[in-house]
């Protein structure tokens, strides 16, 4: 009995220990790297890039593509966290790109039109100036 | 003793406890409000605000709106604030960017209409000015046609002016020829018929006005009658020749009904009853001098009575036998010989010359 006493003791400590251990790591950091999320980034800057972010929304593309390039470093690191979060800006961003792409496209299209209706109008006055 | 062992055993796990408060303390700090989270809502509340975008992008404002409220809980970890703050930032940006693009597409609408319409005016005003400058067209067309109607109105007048100014011309000269006939007549009778000849001269001179001072349709009738008359004019006078088949061949009598050209001549000379005429006979070279001389005279003579018979004055017909002279044709061949056989009738075309 006293010679198993601190053996017992020993054992007992130890389970509460490894059960904070796990509490600890599972608190901080998922061990498998988030995929889907840098999948999900990866498309939205190729779809970026399809709407031709790269030219109308240059800044928001290329941090889109600083962010999935941190979240990549972070999956090296086994900084699961930080990877996930990066690469759910990454997307964030991306989408940004593209709807500011899509905007500068239909407000350029929208300035088109209407100087193209000034020029009609404008040469229908010129015309009509013509005519009595 | 094992009640010992049970509190040992509660000490131990509260100690582990007491560890595992602490280790989780390390990753998360004190609740703060999340520093962002108030700019990124203050944005999304500006473009909820805006009634030309609140509308237009329902999702992703409603998305952004969800992102923002996420935001704004407190949250220890300042690592996981900011990124909500970053996201939520992102997608109110991502909102107001689908809602722009979505007004200025429903924009386009309008534009499409406004250009549409602005076509059609254009449309109306280019058919207007078609329409004006065919008018233009059709109005400078009238008016040349009227420019050239009166051309011609004119080519036409000056022509027959200067038809009248021929025929005046005509009839001046032919005056004065016959004032110089009589007036060298007179020399012959009389030295003292100088003076009327001179006198006659002068008159030919003024009947020369009064005939150039004379209306155009006066002259236009003339003329048509002489055209009638198949007379031509010349330095003597109106020139008529009546032909051979007027008579039997050797005879002197008028052929019966062959007088028509005859008829023309009474007509004229009934008309212009101011006017005289010498009748000539002409025969050909076939037969004696002496033989066609009487022949041709009787012939004169048988014209005047038939012309004095139709009720010509007397005094205004002479009768002469010019005999073989005067040849219009060769008398070598059956043809000239006819052309030779004839009568002519000189009608003077000076009316006061006479008087």
């Excluded at chain 1, 593509?65 to 930080?82: E, P, T, Y």
């Excluded at chain 2, 005003?125 to 109607?149: F, P, S, T």
């Excluded at chain 2, 055209?227 to 008028?254: H, I, K, N």
């Excluded at chain 2, 050209?261 to 005289?276: A, D, G």
């Amino acid at each position: 009995m006293n010679l198993s006493y601190p053996f017992h003791r020993r054992t007992r400590l130890r389970v509460p220990l490894g059960i904070a251990g796990i509490v600890l790591v599972a608190a901080c950091a998922s061990t498998p790297p988030p995929t889907a999320k840098l999948q999900a980034a990866r498309e939205a800057i190729a779809a970026a890039e399809q709407a031709q972010a790269g030219q109308y929304a240059p800044s928001e593309l290329s941090e889109a593509r600083m962010k999935i390039a941190s979240a990549n470093s972070a999956v090296q690191d086994q900084n699961m966290i930080s990877a996930a979060r990066l690469a759910d800006e990454s997307s964030t961003e991306a989408n940004l790109a593209t709807a500011r792409t899509m905007d500068v496209k239909a407000q350029a299209v929208n300035a088109q039109m209407q100087q193209s209706n000034a020029t009609l109008i404008n040469e229908m006055q010129r015309s009509g100036g013509a005519t009595p | 003793m094992n009640t010992k062992v049970q509190l040992l055993t509660i000490r131990s796990s509260l100690i582990a406890a007491a560890v595992a408060a602490a280790l989780l303390a390390g990753c998360a700090s004190t609740p703060v409000a999340p520093e962002g989270a108030a700019a990124a809502r203050l944005k999304l509340t500006r473009l909820q605000s805006d009634p030309t975008l609140a509308d237009r992008a329902p999702l992703a404002i409603h998305e952004a709106t969800a992102a923002v409220v996420t935001a704004e809980q407190p949250e220890a970890d300042q690592s996981l604030a900011q990124h909500r703050v970053y996201i939520a930032d992102r997608m109110v940006d991502t909102a107001r960017a689908a809602a722009e693009t979505r007004l200025a597409e429903d924009q386009r609408v309008a534009l499409a209409a406004q250009r549409e319409s602005s076509r059609l005016d254009a449309r109306t005003r280019e058919a207007n000015a078609a329409h004006y400058q065919a008018e233009v067209a059709r109005a400078d067309d009238a008016q040349q046609k009227l420019i050239a109607n009166a051309a011609t109105d004119q080519a036409r007048t000056a022509i027959a002016q200067g038809e009248q100014q021929r025929l005046n011309a005509e009839t001046a000269r032919d005056q004065a020829a016959d004032a110089q006939a009589l007036g060298a007549e007179q020399k012959r009778d009389a030295d003292s018929a100088r003076a009327d000849a001179a006198t006659a001269a002068a008159n030919a001179a003024d009947a020369a006005a009064l005939a150039a001072a004379g209306s155009a349709r006066q002259a236009a009738e003339l003329q048509r009658q002489i055209d009638l008359l198949q007379a031509r004019p010349t330095d003597r006078g109106l020139v008529l020749t009546l032909g051979d088949v007027l008579f039997v061949s050797g005879r002197s009598e008028l052929r019966a009904g062959s007088s028509d050209h005859l008829n023309k001549l009474v007509s004229f000379l009934n008309r212009y009853p101011e006017r005289s005429a010498v009748i000539e006979g002409y025969t050909d070279s076939i037969g004696t001098e002496a033989y066609n001389q009487g022949l041709s005279q009787r012939r004169a003579e048988s014209v005047r009575s038939y012309l004095i018979a139709q009720g010509v004055a007397s005094a205004r017909l002479e009768a002469s036998g010019k005999g073989e002279s005067n040849p219009v044709a060769d008398n070598a061949s059956s043809d000239g010989r006819q052309q030779n056989r004839r009568v002519e009738v000189i009608i003077s075309k000076s009316e006061v010359a006479l008087l």
